[in-house]
């Protein structure tokens, strides 16, 4: 963000996807890059195992990822603060698994 005419506006940009976009945002709002993670650059257990392990640490503070990719039981949310949900899912069950 830029301060034009005392007012704040966002610097151009070309949107490519929500997760970069969302990304961006929060780094222009002061989150360092290294603390932000998405759940898909976990390609296996062991990655996800690790990412949730700094998760829980503190390391990462915003964590990214689809109810299906984050997957069940993933309560690796110990220090958290907020949840948002971008999307409303079409099972029940998947809202309430999003939140445990």
């Known amino acids: 963000m830029e301060l034009v005419?005392?007012?704040w506006k966002l610097k151009?940009?070309?949107?490519?996807?929500?997760?970069?976009?969302l990304k961006r945002k929060l780094i222009e709002k002061g989150i360092p890059e290294n603390?932000?993670?998405?759940?898909h650059d976990a390609n296996n257990d062991t990655q996800?195992?690790?990412?949730?392990?700094k998760?829980?640490?503190?390391n990462i503070r915003v964590l990214m990822g689809s109810t299906a990719k984050m997957g069940a039981g993933t309560n690796c949310q110990n220090k958290i603060i907020a949840l948002h949900h971008l999307d409303c899912p079409w099972r029940p069950s998947d809202?309430?698994?999003r939140n445990r």
Do not use: N
Not at 35 to 39: R, S
Not at 48 to 53: A, M, P, R, V
């Open 95 to 97: 809202l309430t698994q």
């Open 48 to 53: 996800k195992q690790e990412l949730f392990s």
């Open 12 to 21: 151009e940009w070309k949107f490519t996807g929500v997760y970069t976009d």
């Open 5 to 7: 005419d005392r007012k």
């Open 35 to 39: 603390e932000i993670a998405f759940i």
């Open 55 to 58: 998760v829980r640490a503190g």
